[in-house]
Structure formats: structure tokens, C-alpha cells
């Protein structure tokens, strides 16, 4: 439980599910109202493939997505975004202009990982 001041205690921390998935599929999603990306991404056998959009345009190209470690949260309910349903939220930050750069591991570290 939170206090008045923000903080947050471990176990509010780890009810937040983040697991290192490989991006398997990326392709444009037209239907969105901001310009994003429809991806799959790969969490290994425990959790399998997810779906999510990702409004990242800006700094990624769809074919330079496929591949890449990227880190999401997994246990979220899904959420109906247009006419896609998203399963997982992957994780970015803004720059200066407010274009998304993802999160993802420094090392080949094995999917399905949990951050720590």
C-alpha cells in the first residue's frame, strides 16, 4: 500500500508482472489514431505470444522491430484498442520530443525473464 508521500512498498512492486519478451511480428496499424505498430511478441512457453500496439513510429522501422528484446508488462487485463485487442504493455520512455524509445536489455538474457 502507498503512503501520502508515493512510495510504494515491494510487494505493491512485484504485483507488476515485467517480463523480457522477443519481438516476433511488427506491422502498421492503420486503424489507430495515432500512428503505431501492431506487434507479437514472444514470452517463452510459460506465458507464449502476446499481442499489443505500440504507438513507437517515430524511432523504430516495423522490419527493424523483429528480433529485438523488448520489456512488458504481462498482467494487465486485455485492452481493447480500436478494433485490436492488447494483451501486454511494453514498456518505453519519451525523449525531448516525445517520440517512444523501448526498454530492452543490454545482454541476449533468455525471454520470459522477470525484471528485478
Same mark, same amino acid.
Given at each position: 500500500m /502507498? %503512503? =501520502? /508521500?508515493? =512510495? *510504494?512498498s515491494i510487494d505493491d &512492486?512485484? @504485483? $507488476? %508482472?515485467i517480463r523480457v519478451? $522477443? *519481438?516476433?511480428e #511488427?506491422? #502498421?496499424f492503420p486503424e489507430a489514431r495515432k500512428p503505431a505498430y501492431k506487434l507479437r *511478441? %514472444? &514470452?517463452g512457453d510459460e506465458i507464449g505470444i502476446k499481442k499489443t500496439s505500440a504507438q513507437i513510429t517515430v524511432l523504430? @522501422?516495423?522490419e527493424e522491430l523483429v528480433g529485438k528484446r523488448v520489456a512488458a508488462v504481462v498482467n494487465f487485463p486485455p485492452r481493447q484498442i480500436g478494433p485490436f485487442m492488447s494483451e $501486454?504493455? $511494453?514498456l518505453g520512455f519519451s525523449d525531448e520530443a516525445g517520440a517512444i524509445s523501448l526498454v530492452s536489455p543490454d545482454h541476449d538474457v533468455p525471454i520470459g525473464g522477470r525484471l528485478h
Open positions: /502507498s %503512503d =501520502q /508521500s508515493g =512510495q *510504494i &512492486f512485484l @504485483k $507488476v %508482472d519478451g $522477443v *519481438i516476433v #511488427a506491422e #502498421a *511478441i %514472444d &514470452f523504430y @522501422k516495423a $501486454v504493455l $511494453v
